[in-house]
T-cell receptor, first 112, second 108 residues
Framework: DAGVTQSPTHLIKTRGQQVTLRCSPI?????VSWYQQVLGQGPQFIFQ???????GRGNFPDRFSARQFPNYSSELNVNALLLGDSALYLC???????????FGPGTRLTVT | GQQVMQIPQYQHVQEGEDFTTYCNSS?????IQWYKQRPGGHPVFLIQ?????EVKKQKRLTFQFGEAKKNSSLHITATQTTDVGTYFC????????FGTGTSLTVIP
């Protein structure tokens, strides 16, 4: 079975630009969560979606938004990029809310 | 906001020695999960604890959830080089908080 997939793998953007990251969960998983991981730190929770509805939001500015589609895939959008947004963005899927999470390989975003 | 701290931040052990990492939350957790992240990799789920005082074992790994559901620990017996990585605890419900992590180095 395919695991969680994310695209793109790497991305380089300029300050002020916008970026969209994509995630496909494991088949049958209805919950998707997004995390930001800065080098040397633990993942920071951004959003959690379940059955296409936002069920949780972390302490991130409104520049960050996300959505979940009918096929349970998800997109994370970040507007007006700042240098501090440079990080590894991880997507995780689970069968239901707060169950064991399976992480994708992440998207490495570099903002210059 | 909720904080989840782990100690120690780093641990170097000789192969064969035991290792323990402790996780402490500022608030009560509905559940606690443990993940392992290898260098350059992504977090991999190890286990979930739900009940107060729960203890679970996976081969050389022993996981505990505190009675007050605010702390947890992971103990590895007789470490091996394959145990190298950063171990994170995480908890929450509709908001999920990861701990600060403990980076384990095993010296052959």
């Amino acid at each position: 079975d395919a695991g969680v997939t994310q695209s793109p793998t790497h991305l380089i953007k300029t300050r002020g630009q916008q970026v969209t990251l994509r995630c496909s969960p494991i088949s049958g998983h209805k919950s998707v969560s997004w995390y930001q991981q800065v080098l040397g730190q633990g993942p920071q929770f951004i959003f959690q979606y379940y059955e296409k509805e936002e069920r949780g939001r972390g302490n991130f500015p409104d520049r960050f938004s996300a959505r979940q589609f009918p096929n349970y895939s998800s997109e994370l959008n970040v507007n007006a990029l700042l240098l501090g947004d440079s990080a590894l963005y991880l997507c995780a899927s689970s069968l239901v809310l707060s169950y064991e999470q399976y992480f994708g390989p992440g998207t490495r975003l570099t903002v210059t | 906001g909720q904080q989840v701290m782990q100690i120690p931040q780093y641990q170097h052990v000789q192969e064969g020695e035991d290792f323990t990492t402790y996780c402490n939350s500022s608030t009560t957790l509905s559940n606690i999960q443990w993940y392992k992240q290898r260098p350059g990799g992504h977090p991999v789920f190890l286990i979930q604890l739900v009940k107060s005082g729960e203890v679970k074992k996976q081969k050389r790994l022993t996981f505990q959830f505190g009675e007050a559901k605010k702390n947890s620990s992971l103990h590895i017996t007789a470490t091996q080089t394959t145990d190298v990585g950063t171990y994170f605890c995480a908890g929450g419900w509709n908001q999920f908080y990861f701990g600060t992590g403990t980076s384990l180095t095993v010296i052959p």
